[in-house]
């Protein structure tokens, strides 16, 4: 399937759970902006997701390194 990210269309994302029933669903994870979605929200979901731009997604993020303090 098609699948692109709801908040950035970036395609970039990965898998991150399944349904406890197999098969109903599966969790996806967008690599560029954190973005969180079940597959089964993806008819109807759009709509309610402010999109942001690769500009505005850079901004708002940084990059953690868990051997910093
Ligand atoms: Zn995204």
């Known amino acids: 399937m098609d699948r ?3 908040r950035c269309d970036g395609t970039d994302y990965t898998c991150v759970g399944d349904s406890p029933v197999k098969g109903k669903w599966q969790l996806f994870r967008c690599n560029t902006c954190s973005f ?7 008819s109807y979901l759009e709509p309610y997701v402010t999109k ?5 997604i ?3 993020t940084w990059s953690y390194d ?3 303090k």
């Not at 969180?36 to 993806?42: F, L, Q």
């Not at 942001?52 to 505005?56: A, D, M, P, Y």
């Open 4 to 6: 692109k990210c709801l």
């Open 66 to 68: 868990p051997t910093l």
């Open 36 to 42: 969180v979605w079940r597959s089964t929200e993806e």
């Open 52 to 56: 942001l731009s690769q500009e505005r």
């Open 58 to 60: 850079r901004s708002i």
